[in-house]
Nanobody
C-alpha cells in the first residue's frame, strides 16, 4: 500500500514561514510526480505546486506569487513545500499526492489523476 505522510504544519503569525514535508513509506518517490494541495474549510481542494519525476521540473499555481517553493530530497525520500510570508488566507489543511506527471491548466495545478493522498497537515495563520 502506497502511503504518504505530511508533516510540518502548525500555527504561525502572518509573515511567518513553514516548511512542510511529504514523506513516502513503501515506495520511492523519485518514480512519481508529487503535488501539493490545500483545502480550506468550506472550499474545494486546490493545487499549489507539482514537481515532476524525470527532471524535477516545478510548476506553480498562479496564486502562489513566489511565496511557495517545492523541492525534492531523493536521499530522504521526501518532497518539501516551503511557504514564506504566510497570510491568514493560507489557513488550510495541506496535502501531498502522487501522479505520473504535472499538468497546469489556466494557471491552476490540475488535481485529476493524483492519488495516494496523505492525511494532511494543518496550517493556521493568525495573529
Amino acid at each position: 500500500q502506497v502511503l504518504l505522510v505530511e508533516s510540518g504544519g502548525g500555527s504561525v503569525q502572518p509573515g511567518g514561514s513553514l516548511r512542510l514535508s511529504c514523506a513516502a513509506r513503501r515506495f520511492t518517490m523519485d518514480h512519481f510526480a508529487i503535488g501539493w494541495f490545500r483545502q480550506a474549510p468550506g472550499k474545494e481542494r486546490e493545487g499549489i505546486s507539482c514537481i515532476t519525476s524525470d527532471d524535477n521540473s516545478v510548476y506553480y499555481a498562479d496564486f502562489v506569487e513566489g511565496r511557495f517553493i517545492i523541492s525534492r530530497d531523493s536521499a530522504k525520500n521526501t518532497v518539501y513545500l516551503q511557504i514564506d510570508n504566510l497570510k491568514p488566507e493560507d489557513t488550510a489543511v495541506y496535502y501531498c499526492a502522487t501522479n505520473r506527471g504535472c499538468t497546469v491548466v489556466a494557471g491552476a495545478i490540475r488535481t485529476r489523476g493524483f492519488d495516494s493522498w496523505g492525511q494532511g497537515t494543518q496550517v493556521t495563520v493568525s495573529s
